[in-house]
């Protein structure tokens, strides 16, 4: 199945442009296939020349044309960009918003029609082609609709499909997710510092861990506290270091934690 004959981005900042990408480099679009608006012209520039991808001159001809339409403006924009397209969309493309914290029907409206809507919450790995997004389906959008968006957000990693009720939970979890890994990673570093390690080789040390613990829990099917087991011999030194997190609650505090941060996704989709 081809992914779209054209995709019209609308913002190329951070998202837009890991999206193109990795649109571009995995092959799934060709840079002709791809046109881009953004109010920023030395961004619209930069993202043209180094990815050969063809712009427009505003949002609305870039809606006129486009088959699917990715939002990537930050949500405080979304209404203003909708208002913009709206009388452009006879043509009933596929309207992907990646704009965190905008329900459906808040587009919907936006828009004034019914056209087929897609919601994505990337994350912001999708930078290295190592992310994860969400996509919730719209009620215009169909399984087809479903099968574009997915195809679009592999070239950035891993795709999963919840229904919209699900997104709150998503943002906490995932989209929130690099920031508690990092500081974790940025803790960790620092206690290598504090042992006497040299920083460069401190964080060595805790990235590559990262990525292969990630790794070695993706590639079994074993529970990840089965991998934590392997690695505390009795009486050892990781066991040592596990009753300090226990006794310092860490399991409680990244639970609230994550609930804390979806209780405030849900409150900024109400308002
Ligand atoms: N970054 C993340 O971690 C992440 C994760 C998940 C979802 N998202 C979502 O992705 C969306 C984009 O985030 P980002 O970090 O890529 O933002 P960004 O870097 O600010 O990029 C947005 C781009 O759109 C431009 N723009 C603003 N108003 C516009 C308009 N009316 N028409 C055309 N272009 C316009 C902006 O220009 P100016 O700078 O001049 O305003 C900017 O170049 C957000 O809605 C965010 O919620 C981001």
Same mark, same amino acid.
């Given at each position: 199945m081809s992914v779209a004959r054209n995709v019209g981005f609308i913002g190329a900042g =951070?998202?837009? @442009?890991?999206? /193109?990408?990795?649109?571009?480099?995995?092959?799934?679009?060709?840079?002709?296939? /791809?046109?881009?608006?953004?109010?920023?012209?030395?961004?619209?520039?930069?993202?043209?020349?180094?990815?050969?991808?063809?712009?427009?001159?505003? =949002?609305?001809?870039?809606?006129?044309? !486009?088959?699917?339409? /990715?939002? !990537?403006?930050?949500?405080? #924009?979304? @209404?203003?960009?909708?208002?913009?397209?709206?009388?452009?969309?006879? #043509?009933?493309?596929?309207v992907i918003s990646i704009a965190a914290g905008v329900p459906l029907a808040r587009l919907q409206n936006g828009l004034g029609r019914p056209v087929p809507l897609i919601r994505v919450m990337p994350n912001t790995p999708a930078l290295v082609l190592a992310g994860v997004s969400a996509i919730a389906a719209g009620p215009q959008a169909g399984t087809e609709h479903v099968a574009v968006a997915r195809l679009l957000f592999e070239a950035v990693g891993r795709v999963v499909e919840v229904p919209e009720s699900a997104m709150d939970a998503v943002t906490a979890l995932s989209g929130s997710g690099p920031a508690y890994l990092f500081l974790v990673m940025e803790s960790l570093i620092d206690a290598g510092v504090l042992l006497g390690l040299p920083r460069?080789?401190?964080?060595?040390?805790?990235?590559?861990?990262?990525?292969?613990?990630?790794?070695?829990?993706?590639?079994? @099917?074993?529970?990840?506290?089965?991998?934590?087991?392997?690695?505390?011999?009795?009486?050892?030194?990781? /066991?040592?270091?596990?009753?300090?997190? @226990?006794?310092?609650?860490?399991?409680?505090?990244?639970i609230d934690a994550v609930a804390a941060a979806a209780r405030r996704s849900e409150e900024m989709g109400m308002r």
């Amino acid at each position: 199945m081809s992914v779209a004959r054209n995709v019209g981005f609308i913002g190329a900042g =951070n998202m837009g @442009e890991a999206l /193109i990408k990795g649109l571009v480099t995995s092959g799934r679009l060709k840079a002709d296939q /791809i046109r881009v608006s953004d109010v920023d012209t030395t961004r619209l520039r930069s993202v043209e020349a180094t990815y050969k991808v063809l712009t427009a001159a505003g =949002n609305s001809p870039l809606a006129r044309g !486009a088959e699917v339409i /990715i939002l !990537a403006v930050k949500p405080h #924009h979304v @209404e203003g960009v909708l208002a913009e397209i709206s009388g452009s969309l006879d #043509h009933l493309p596929l309207v992907i918003s990646i704009a965190a914290g905008v329900p459906l029907a808040r587009l919907q409206n936006g828009l004034g029609r019914p056209v087929p809507l897609i919601r994505v919450m990337p994350n912001t790995p999708a930078l290295v082609l190592a992310g994860v997004s969400a996509i919730a389906a719209g009620p215009q959008a169909g399984t087809e609709h479903v099968a574009v968006a997915r195809l679009l957000f592999e070239a950035v990693g891993r795709v999963v499909e919840v229904p919209e009720s699900a997104m709150d939970a998503v943002t906490a979890l995932s989209g929130s997710g690099p920031a508690y890994l990092f500081l974790v990673m940025e803790s960790l570093i620092d206690a290598g510092v504090l042992l006497g390690l040299p920083r460069a080789v401190a964080r060595t040390l805790v990235i590559q861990t990262a990525l292969g613990s990630a790794k070695l829990l993706d590639a079994t @099917e074993a529970h990840p506290g089965a991998l934590k087991d392997q690695v505390a011999s009795p009486g050892g030194t990781t /066991i040592h270091g596990l009753a300090v997190l @226990e006794r310092g609650g860490v399991r409680g505090l990244l639970i609230d934690a994550v609930a804390a941060a979806a209780r405030r996704s849900e409150e900024m989709g109400m308002r």
